[in-house]
């Protein structure tokens, strides 16, 4: 059974960067991850995935300032958030599917597994 429990959240000033930690547990290598964030009304909204394509996907609304990880040595995934703006506050939870090969706007339903999310807060 696949755990993930995030970390790192906190509150930045526009413009400032985080990081966050999602730390897994037995995912198998080349497994689908991804990082979600909550829209206004509370929709998911998958940012960025990685899997056994080695090429990363990312939402256009985040692409060229986050970047996704992941540290084959520990398990952790990894979201480094930089130039952040007020519109990136949100509770993110990273995600992993039982999959090997994910598209980031697949069925929700396709992602099986979900941690308990880190809030991000951007002031002005």
């Known amino acids: 059974q696949v755990h993930l429990a995030e970390s790192g959240g906190g509150s930045v000033q526009a413009g400032g960067s985080l990081r966050i930690s999602c730390s897994a547990v037995?995912?198998?290598?080349?497994?689908?991850m991804a990082w979600f964030r909550q829209s206004p009304t509370n929709r998911r909204v998958p940012l960025a995935s990685v899997d056994s394509d080695p090429l990363p996907r990312y939402d256009d609304s985040v692409a060229g300032r986050f970047t996704i990880t992941h540290d084959d040595t520990t398990g952790t995934l990894y979201l480094q958030m930089n130039n952040l703006k007020p519109d990136d506050t949100s509770t993110y939870t990273c995600?992993?599917?039982?999959?090997?090969?994910?598209?980031?706007?697949?069925?929700?339903?396709?992602?099986?597994?979900w941690g308990q999310g880190t809030q991000v807060t951007v002031s002005s």
């Open positions: 995600a992993a599917s039982d999959r090997h090969y994910c598209a980031l706007r697949m069925d929700i339903d396709d992602w099986h597994y």
């Open positions: 037995n995912i198998e290598k080349g497994q689908c």
